[in-house]
């Protein structure tokens, strides 16, 4: 089963289409990673094990009948604690949220996973309204890294990022204005990147939403791909929305990026960094050159 637990969103996929596996099956392995880790990591805010399953259990009737809904049909998928849900809270890391909401509406990005057949467990952690590099708060306490409970998974993502770690799901949504994602997706040894402005919408409305980018959180390049092709793509309600088609991510992953011209500076001529992490990502520059 816990083999189960860390295929990517694209293994999933393929194996419920030729009946290897189903998506209860799944559902079955990553909870039992929540059982295992969970205590230890503090990644989650909540998760509806009822309404997960009931979402599994639709998504193995339509593989049955080879009818998947979407690119993600049953693949276990967590949201950021910021997004807006209508199954729960978003409580934003913050006490001074009142759970009781209302909470009525989806942002888009979740309208699109679910549209999809990603089943969703529930939400994961953030530090208050997503503004630390680290992942703690007063409402939920400390999330830690999978690869060393003494360590952090970052932040503002840390849940999305050590969740997505640790087997608990395949994918999750990230935040992102100074490194929210991308920060996480270093710190746990996963793939997340910071989309273009505009590329996925953000509705409904913060006050950040002028800075905030969201993106996807995965194991593995490809399933990033694959995630932000559901994601990006105009819509009507967020004005600063990028309304034409997004580009085929996926079909240029085999390319490489031997035409790009890519910059870097160790330190952008104002920091100072540490001599070990100059030497660590220098030398990590070198396999964009292969």
Same mark, same amino acid.
């Given at each position: 089963?816990?083999?189960?637990?860390?295929?990517?969103?694209?293994?999933?996929?393929?194996?419920?289409?030729?009946?290897?596996?189903?998506?209860?099956?799944?559902?079955?392995?990553?909870?039992?990673?929540?059982?295992?880790?969970?205590?230890?990591?503090?990644?989650?805010?909540?998760?509806?094990?009822?309404?997960?399953?009931?979402?599994?259990? @639709?998504?193995? #009737?339509?593989? /049955?009948? %080879?009818?998947?809904? =979407?690119?993600?049909?049953?693949? +276990? *998928?967590?949201?950021?604690?910021?997004?807006?849900?209508?199954?729960?809270?978003?409580?934003?890391?913050?006490?001074?949220?009142?759970?009781?909401?209302?909470?009525?509406?989806?942002?888009?990005?979740?309208e699109?996973?679910?549209?999809?057949?990603?089943?969703?467990?529930?939400?994961?952690?953030?530090?208050?309204?997503?503004?630390?590099g680290?992942?703690?708060?007063?409402?939920?306490?400390v999330?830690?890294?999978?690869?060393?409970?003494?360590?952090t998974?970052?932040?503002?993502?840390?849940?999305?990022g050590?969740?997505?770690? @640790?087997?608990m #799901?395949?994918? /999750?949504? %990230?935040?992102?204005? =100074?490194?929210?994602?991308?920060? +996480? *997706?270093s710190?746990?040894?996963?793939?997340?990147?910071?989309?273009?402005?505009?590329?996925?919408?953000?509705?409904?409305?913060?006050?950040?939403?002028?800075?905030?980018?969201?993106?996807?959180?995965?194991?593995?390049?490809?399933?990033?791909?694959?995630?932000?092709?559901?994601?990006?793509?105009?819509?009507?309600?967020?004005?600063?929305?990028?309304?034409?088609?997004?580009?085929?991510?996926?079909?240029?992953?085999?390319?490489?990026?031997?035409?790009?011209?890519?910059?870097?500076?160790?330190?952008?001529?104002?920091?100072?960094?540490?001599?070990?992490?100059?030497?660590?990502?220098?030398?990590?520059?070198?396999?964009?050159?292969?």
């Open positions: 089963m816990k083999e189960l637990s860390f295929k990517s969103a694209s293994e999933l996929v393929r194996g419920y289409k030729t009946g290897r596996f189903s998506p209860l099956e799944v559902l079955d392995a990553v909870l039992d990673r929540v059982d295992e880790c969970e205590y230890r990591l503090n990644a989650w805010r909540l998760i509806d094990r009822k309404r997960a399953r009931r979402r599994a259990r @639709a998504s193995e #009737v339509r593989w /049955a009948k %080879g009818k998947p809904c =979407g690119l993600l049909d049953g693949v +276990p *998928a967590a949201i950021k604690d910021v997004t807006e849900t209508k199954d729960w809270p978003t409580l934003n890391g913050s006490l001074s949220i009142n759970p009781r909401g209302p909470w009525n509406v989806d942002a888009v990005v979740v699109r996973l679910k549209s999809h057949g990603a089943v969703i467990l529930g939400k994961t952690e953030t530090p208050e309204f997503a503004w630390r680290i992942t703690e708060s007063e409402l939920h306490g999330t830690r890294n999978p690869w060393n409970p003494d360590w998974p970052g932040g503002s993502s840390g849940g999305a050590a969740a997505v770690s @640790a087997g #799901v395949a994918i /999750a949504t %990230g935040t992102d204005s =100074g490194g929210s994602i991308r920060g +996480p *997706a710190f746990c040894n996963v793939v997340g990147f910071k989309p273009t402005f505009g590329r996925v919408p953000v509705w409904p409305a913060s006050p950040l939403m002028m800075m905030e980018h969201c993106g996807p959180i995965t194991r593995t390049v490809r399933d990033a791909a694959l995630m932000f092709s559901v994601m990006a793509g105009g819509d009507h309600r967020d004005g600063y929305a990028i309304q034409e088609p997004s580009p085929n991510v996926l079909s240029g992953l085999g390319r490489g990026v031997g035409e790009l011209r890519i910059g870097f500076s160790a330190d952008l001529g104002v920091a100072r960094v540490d001599d070990e992490i100059r030497r660590v990502t220098t030398r990590s520059t070198k396999i964009l050159v292969i």
